[in-house]
Structure formats: structure tokens, C-alpha cells
T-cell receptor, first 113, second 113 residues
Framework: GENVEQHPSTLSVQEGDSAVIKCTYS??????FPWYKQELGKRPQLIID?????GEKKDQRIAVTLNKTAKHFSLHITETQPEDSAVYFC????????????FGSGTRLQVQP | EPEVTQTPSHQVTQMGQEVILRCVPI?????FYWYRQILGQKVEFLVS????????KSEIFDDQFSVERPDGSNFTLKIRSTKLEDSAMYFC???????????FGQGTRLTVV
């Protein structure tokens, strides 16, 4: 089955700096890659997603890049703000195998004011 | 905005007791999921449900677990004989189709004592 590796596990940046979180996946059939943000005690919420027919997607300060050949995808947050502090999870799923999401282990992002 | 709702928000139960966690998915969604998150760990897939039957399940979802859609709106997870290691946050999610954005409920924190 699918295995998603995520790193770093923790990331501390200064407000205004950029943050990058990286994930790799094992199943070459995976074609949907969402990123979820989870604040303490809250539900995971989708912040951006990408499908395998696209190499990059951007939404204001957030962007995701996908390298299908290398089987990795990354989340980029620019101009970080204290409210970006949370745990971020990457995930993957496929049309042909497990349609449910397989999550990475999470990255705790701390933005220092 | 429609959202997935879960009850109760917190459940404390004695080891060996049965618990039922309840979820109301978003009304026009076709796929329903249960995930769990042990404190400080990643979100783990348990089971997905489509067209009134289980469509896939993980190795975690053993004979102690069952799911049901007793009526047109509720989706339940039953744990027959709880163990200490079942203590976790249980998230219900739903999606319009498989392999698309999953919307998560706010979770039920299950504590087995």
C-alpha cells in the first residue's frame, strides 16, 4: 500500500520568512495530493491540493509543487505569519488503489513573531 | 457552509465496553470515512464506506470495529470491546467522490480507562 514520508517533523521560522515542508510517496499510481492544516485540538482542514497532471499550484502565500518522477511534493508558505503556526499534514490517494487518504506524519510549524 | 458533525465531542469509557461514535456527513457526499489520530501522531485511515457498504479498510480496522449507516444521514463507528490503545481522536470525513477533497468533522476524543 501507499506510504507517505514527511519532513521535517518540526520547523521554526521567523515571521516573514518562508517555510518548506517536503513529502515523498511510494505508490506511483497516487494522483491526488492534498495538504491539511491542523490547529491544536481542531479538525484537519484542507489548505491546498494538487493532482498529478499539474506540476505546481499556488494560492496567495501557499504553493505546492509536485515531481511525479521523483515521487515527491512540497508545500511552500511565503511571508509566514504567527497564525500559520499549526501542524501540517501531507496526504496522497489514488483512483486505482486506496481512494482514502494516506497521511504523512506531520510537521509542526512554529512562526516566531 | 455545510460541515461534517460528530457526537459526542468527548467519550470516556471503561475498558471492555462498547462505544458508538456518531457522524453526520455532508448531505450530498457519497463517500464516508473514519480516521483516528493518537495524541501527537499522524492521522490514520480506518475505513471508507460507499454505496451502503465498506469500500476499503485498513489493517487497524479489525473485527472489533464496525460501521453502519442506520438512516439517510448518520454514519456510525462501533468499537465492540474497547482497549486502552483505542484511546485516540476519531475523525469522520466525507467527500463528494473518492480520491477528492475530504471534509473532516471536529472529532470525538475517546478515552478508554
Amino acid at each position: 500500500g501507499e506510504n507517505v514520508e514527511q519532513h521535517p517533523s518540526t520547523l521554526s521560522v521567523q515571521e516573514g520568512d518562508s517555510a518548506v515542508i517536503k513529502c515523498t510517496y511510494s505508490d506511483s499510481a497516487s494522483n491526488y495530493f492534498p495538504w491539511y492544516k491542523q490547529e491544536l485540538g481542531k479538525r484537519p482542514q484542507l489548505i491546498i491540493d494538487i493532482r498529478s497532471n499539474v506540476g505546481e499550484k499556488k494560492d496567495q502565500r501557499i504553493a505546492v509543487t509536485l515531481n511525479k518522477t521523483a515521487k515527491h511534493f512540497s508545500l511552500h508558505i511565503t511571508e509566514t505569519q504567527p497564525e500559520d503556526s499549526a501542524v501540517y499534514f501531507c496526504a496522497a490517494s489514488t483512483d486505482t488503489g486506496r481512494r482514502a487518504l494516506t497521511f504523512g506524519s506531520g510537521t509542526r510549524l512554529q512562526v516566531q513573531p | 457552509e455545510p460541515e461534517v458533525t460528530q457526537t459526542p465531542s468527548h467519550q470516556v469509557t471503561q475498558m471492555g465496553q462498547e462505544v458508538i461514535l456518531r457522524c453526520v456527513p455532508i448531505s450530498n457526499h457519497l463517500y464516508f470515512y473514519w480516521y483516528r489520530q493518537i495524541l501527537g501522531q499522524k492521522v490514520e485511515f480506518l475505513v471508507s464506506f460507499y454505496n451502503n457498504e465498506i469500500s476499503e479498510k485498513s489493517e487497524i480496522f479489525d473485527d472489533q470495529f464496525s460501521v453502519e449507516r442506520p438512516d439517510g444521514s448518520n454514519f456510525t463507528l462501533k468499537i465492540r470491546s474497547t482497549k486502552l490503545e483505542d484511546s485516540a481522536m476519531y475523525f469522520c470525513a466525507s467527500s463528494l467522490q473518492g480520491n477528492t477533497e475530504a471534509f473532516f468533522g471536529q472529532g470525538t476524543r475517546l478515552t478508554v480507562v
